[in-house]
């Protein structure tokens, strides 16, 4: 496991004027290289599945879930890469409740499709880019 | 609003020197269906084929089928925002090549699918081995952005069929069925004692290869919003999603849609066919809530006795799905929800990665991850290079006597969500 702590200091300062804070959780390094400049970017290089339980960890700890963790139609395992979005705000008791009903659930699922190479590991990092760039882009539009 | 649809049925398509529709046949010009495709400069070359009903062939990986049309009476023009300029369509005249498609193949990404095989246990299970396929496979210029790619082979698509459908402007159709939807308070009027019925439809808008267009307008940025159901069938609505292609919905697939057209077969007898209503699918959370929040807002304005709810895709939609059912139902409005489902190889594993019992009737195009046998073709159209890395393969997808080993996940249209598919449980 790896943190990439240039990233989260880099773009803390910027996000102080975002009306909501959030940042964003890959094991895909494109994001890291392509977002980081404007946005805050937590990379650690995990798993698809283990991606998805440091989120899960995040939002027991009181963060809260942006974005759906099953994105794309490239499955679970399929793709080794993930992005999330993480607001850092608390979420309240229904929003944490529906969160982790959706973490859980896509962990559950990660067993349901089977590993792939990487023989397009930069294929697999520009869809998860194209995914998670979206909700970026719903984010910074506003809460 | 009023659409007279003409079919004008193709029973064989030819290669030729000039591109002419003579009793139902089609014949076309390469060189000038080349011309359309690279008037593109991103694009640098394009070769055609023609995969009939039967034959030993295998189309991969299929980007998008589409239907040639041609508007012949009325305001605006095929694909509207796309290749027509903007105008409200959906009344007047179109005319419709039946029985044929224009399908968009090759590699954008590495891992891209889908399979069309034309005979054999694939056809089985696609809908569009029973079409004759003109197929067009473009290459791009050297260092062209996946992105850029992706959308000058989705253009030339659509330029392809709108070449082919101009083909048929003056002739004759085989057939003529009308299509209309009064006014809500026409409805009202003239069916003051039938449910009023809404078609809710979902659209995939996550991101590459994943993303549909209304009108020119990305469906991500789209609120949920009214259309009438006929304007789809002049193209209002277009495909820019391939994977997985089992649940995914081709432009050909908005052109005929099943849910629309079934509801027209009632309209007026046991339903009143009030509107279409479109939603998208986004990735950020609050995106979702809008949206279904929205969806729920309209049905209850117009009053609706209830819904038919299609989703498109699975995992991410399942959520935005459970939430449209269970807020339109919160407001009074009967649901039924039409998905497939993704329960694992053996069919044991939970079908959707959300649930509620407010979704209490659900229709079911069928277990994406069964396992089928491909038999090896004599002719592939397209590549079997990236057949190893499509969605619902695995390294041991190609076996050394040339069979394949897949999920039906991997093969277009298998498990479509608007029903638009051969499974059946009749």
């Given at each position: 496991m790896c943190i990439v702590p240039f990233f989260i200091t880099l773009a803390q300062e910027r996000n102080g004027a975002m009306r909501e804070k959030y940042y964003i959780l890959t094991n895909n390094p494109m994001v890291a290289g392509k977002l980081s400049e404007d946005h805050k970017v937590v990379f650690m290089e995990l798993s698809f599945e283990e991606i998805l339980k440091e989120a899960r960890s995040r939002i027991h700890s009181g963060q809260s879930l942006l974005?759906?963790?099953?994105?794309?139609?490239?499955k679970p395992n399929e793709t080794p890469y993930k992005s999330l979005l993480i607001g850092e705000a608390k979420p309240t008791t229904e929003e944490l409740a529906f969160t982790l009903e959706l973490i859980e659930t896509a962990i559950a699922a990660c067993g349901k499709f089977r590993a792939k190479g990487d023989k397009y590991a930069q294929d697999f990092q520009l869809i998860d880019y194209t995914l998670i760039k979206s909700a970026v882009e719903s984010a910074d539009m506003g809460i | 609003m009023r659409l007279e649809m003409g079919h004008i049925y193709i029973r064989d398509i030819q290669f030729a020197a000039e591109s002419k529709i003579a009793d139902g046949v089609l014949y076309v010009s390469e060189e000038a269906l080349k011309a359309v495709v690279l008037?593109?400069?991103?694009?640098k070359s394009v070769s055609f084929d023609i995969a009939k009903p039967g034959e030993s062939v295998r189309i991969t990986p299929v980007k998008d089928v589409i239907e040639p049309r041609v508007?012949?009476?009325?305001?605006g023009g095929q694909f509207?925002?796309?290749?027509?300029?903007v105008d409200t369509v959906g009344e007047g005249k179109t005319y419709a090549l039946k029985g044929m498609a224009v399908v968009t193949a090759g590699?954008?990404?590495?891992f891209q699918e889908g399979i069309i095989d034309m005979?054999?246990?694939g056809a089985d299970y696609?809908?569009?081995?029973q079409t004759l396929n003109l197929v067009m496979v473009a290459e791009p210029v050297e260092g062209l952005k996946q992105h850029d790619y992706e959308a000058a082979v989705r253009f030339a698509g659509f330029r392809v069929a709108v070449y082919v459908g101009e083909?048929?402007?003056?002739l004759t159709p085989d057939e003529v069925k009308v299509y209309e939807t009064p006014t809500m308070m026409e409805g009202l009027k003239l069916y003051p004692d039938l449910p009023r019925v809404a078609y809710v439809q979902m659209l995939q808008s996550q991101g590459l290869l994943h993303d549909t267009y209304v009108y020119g307008v990305?469906?991500?940025?789209?609120l949920p919003t009214i259309l009438n159901p006929t304007e789809t069938m002049d193209g209002a609505i277009v495909s820019g999603n391939c994977?997985?292609?089992?649940d995914k919905n081709p432009t050909y697939v908005h052109q005929n849609n099943p849910v629309v057209e079934d509801l027209f077969a009632q309209h007026g007898k046991t339903l009143n066919f009030v509107c279409q209503i479109i939603t998208n699918e986004n990735v950020y959370l609050a995106d979702k809530m809008r949206s279904s929040d929205w969806t729920a807002k309209i049905c209850k304005m117009l009053d609706l006795d209830g819904v038919i709810v299609s989703q498109e895709g699975f995992g991410n939609p399942d959520t935005d799905l459970i939430m449209n059912c269970k807020k339109i139902e919160a407001e009074g409005v009967k649901t039924v929800i039409i998905t497939d489902e993704y329960a694992g190889r053996d069919g044991k594993?939970?079908?959707?990665a959300d649930a509620d019992v407010a979704a209490n009737a659900v229709v079911t195009g069928g277990n994406a991850n069964e396992v089928v046998i491909l038999p090896k073709l004599d002719k592939v159209i397209?590549?079997?290079?990236y057949v190893n890395k499509i969605?619902?393969?695995?390294?041991?997808?190609?076996r050394p006597d040339g069979s394949l080993e897949v999920e039906?996940?991997?093969?277009?249209?298998?498990?479509n969500e608007t029903g638009f598919l051969k499974l059946s449980a009749r």
């Amino acid at each position: 496991m790896c943190i990439v702590p240039f990233f989260i200091t880099l773009a803390q300062e910027r996000n102080g004027a975002m009306r909501e804070k959030y940042y964003i959780l890959t094991n895909n390094p494109m994001v890291a290289g392509k977002l980081s400049e404007d946005h805050k970017v937590v990379f650690m290089e995990l798993s698809f599945e283990e991606i998805l339980k440091e989120a899960r960890s995040r939002i027991h700890s009181g963060q809260s879930l942006l974005t759906h963790p099953l994105s794309g139609s490239v499955k679970p395992n399929e793709t080794p890469y993930k992005s999330l979005l993480i607001g850092e705000a608390k979420p309240t008791t229904e929003e944490l409740a529906f969160t982790l009903e959706l973490i859980e659930t896509a962990i559950a699922a990660c067993g349901k499709f089977r590993a792939k190479g990487d023989k397009y590991a930069q294929d697999f990092q520009l869809i998860d880019y194209t995914l998670i760039k979206s909700a970026v882009e719903s984010a910074d539009m506003g809460i | 609003m009023r659409l007279e649809m003409g079919h004008i049925y193709i029973r064989d398509i030819q290669f030729a020197a000039e591109s002419k529709i003579a009793d139902g046949v089609l014949y076309v010009s390469e060189e000038a269906l080349k011309a359309v495709v690279l008037e593109d400069e991103k694009l640098k070359s394009v070769s055609f084929d023609i995969a009939k009903p039967g034959e030993s062939v295998r189309i991969t990986p299929v980007k998008d089928v589409i239907e040639p049309r041609v508007k012949v009476e009325g305001r605006g023009g095929q694909f509207p925002g796309v290749i027509a300029k903007v105008d409200t369509v959906g009344e007047g005249k179109t005319y419709a090549l039946k029985g044929m498609a224009v399908v968009t193949a090759g590699k954008i990404v590495g891992f891209q699918e889908g399979i069309i095989d034309m005979t054999g246990p694939g056809a089985d299970y696609t809908p569009f081995s029973q079409t004759l396929n003109l197929v067009m496979v473009a290459e791009p210029v050297e260092g062209l952005k996946q992105h850029d790619y992706e959308a000058a082979v989705r253009f030339a698509g659509f330029r392809v069929a709108v070449y082919v459908g101009e083909l048929a402007r003056e002739l004759t159709p085989d057939e003529v069925k009308v299509y209309e939807t009064p006014t809500m308070m026409e409805g009202l009027k003239l069916y003051p004692d039938l449910p009023r019925v809404a078609y809710v439809q979902m659209l995939q808008s996550q991101g590459l290869l994943h993303d549909t267009y209304v009108y020119g307008v990305d469906a991500k940025k789209i609120l949920p919003t009214i259309l009438n159901p006929t304007e789809t069938m002049d193209g209002a609505i277009v495909s820019g999603n391939c994977v997985s292609a089992c649940d995914k919905n081709p432009t050909y697939v908005h052109q005929n849609n099943p849910v629309v057209e079934d509801l027209f077969a009632q309209h007026g007898k046991t339903l009143n066919f009030v509107c279409q209503i479109i939603t998208n699918e986004n990735v950020y959370l609050a995106d979702k809530m809008r949206s279904s929040d929205w969806t729920a807002k309209i049905c209850k304005m117009l009053d609706l006795d209830g819904v038919i709810v299609s989703q498109e895709g699975f995992g991410n939609p399942d959520t935005d799905l459970i939430m449209n059912c269970k807020k339109i139902e919160a407001e009074g409005v009967k649901t039924v929800i039409i998905t497939d489902e993704y329960a694992g190889r053996d069919g044991k594993s939970q079908s959707l990665a959300d649930a509620d019992v407010a979704a209490n009737a659900v229709v079911t195009g069928g277990n994406a991850n069964e396992v089928v046998i491909l038999p090896k073709l004599d002719k592939v159209i397209g590549t079997l290079d990236y057949v190893n890395k499509i969605a619902g393969a695995s390294e041991d997808t190609l076996r050394p006597d040339g069979s394949l080993e897949v999920e039906l996940q991997v093969i277009t249209g298998a498990t479509n969500e608007t029903g638009f598919l051969k499974l059946s449980a009749r």
